[in-house]
């Protein structure tokens, strides 16, 4: 998601937010997230939670409170790819090796 192991899908979105633990929680602030994903800038991490927000993976709810502040949580929709993700994830623990001498990776 933010970083070159992810390709900008909402599969590799959703794998670093569940690989981060974020998946899990009922409710992330914006704050959290940006704490969380330092290798990112905000504006990458902002645009990603569009983009997961529009495909309906997760819902932001506003607060118009001093100060302002939004938080974020994985909606039904959402919570049906954690499987897919954890299954991914075994695949491609299992697999790196091989695919590292594949690339030529280090």
């Known amino acids: 998601m933010w970083d070159k192991d992810y390709d900008g899908s909402d599969r590799g979105k959703m794998e670093k937010l569940h690989h981060s633990g974020i ?10 997230l940006h704490r ?14 569009k983009e997961l927000e529009m495909h309906g993976i997760i819902s932001k709810k506003i607060f118009m409170e001093l100060p302002p502040h939004s938080e974020y949580a994985i909606t039904e929709l959402g919570k049906t790819l954690i499987p897919l993700i954890e299954q991914l994830e075994i695949w491609g623990d299992s697999f790196r090796p091989e695919m590292k001498r594949i690339l030529k990776i280090e």
């Open 23 to 32: 998946m899990h929680w009922s409710e992330t602030s914006q704050r959290e």
């Open 36 to 49: 969380l994903f330092t290798e990112a800038s905000p504006r990458v991490i902002n645009q990603q939670l």
